[in-house]
Nanobody
Framework: EVQLVESGGGLVQAGGSLRLSCAAS????????IGWFRQAPGKEREGVSC????????YYADSVKGRFTISSDNAKNTVYLQMNSLKPEDTANYYC?????????????WGQGTQVTVSS
């Protein structure tokens, strides 16, 4: 069974940091890309970042460049999203998702989400 389990969300003050984790199982981790997405109430889901485990390529939304860093620990089948200098507009439910390529229009597998709330 394919599973993606997010953790690490919480409440943090503006300017603070959080590290999200996405633990994957049930598929060949090295063959997949793992993306982070977020969705705030009343807003569309947006892509935040992605890492391709096949070649290590990373991608970031303009809104988070320089503040967020995605990384992968293949030995643990886990992808991390280090979020620094958090802003209230970063508040959202964050999801990790897996597909063959970061460019996939709709990802095959999704986690349950973890809430990030940034207070002003």
């Amino acid at each position: 069974e394919v599973q993606l389990v997010e953790s690490g969300g919480g409440l943090v003050q503006a300017g603070g940091s959080l590290r999200l984790s996405c633990a994957a199982s049930g598929f060949t981790f090295d063959d997949y890309a793992i993306g982070w997405f977020r969705q705030a109430p009343g807003k569309e889901r947006e892509g935040v970042s992605c890492i391709s485990n096949s070649d290590g390529s990373t991608y970031y939304a303009d809104s988070v460049k320089g503040r967020f860093t995605i990384s992968s620990d293949n030995a643990k089948n886990t992808v991390y999203l280090q979020m620094n200098s958090l802003k209230p507009e970063d508040t959202a439910n964050y999801y990790c998702a897996a597909d063959r390529d970061c460019r996939a229009e709709e990802y095959d597998y999704w986690g349950q989400g973890t809430q990030v709330t940034v207070s002003s």
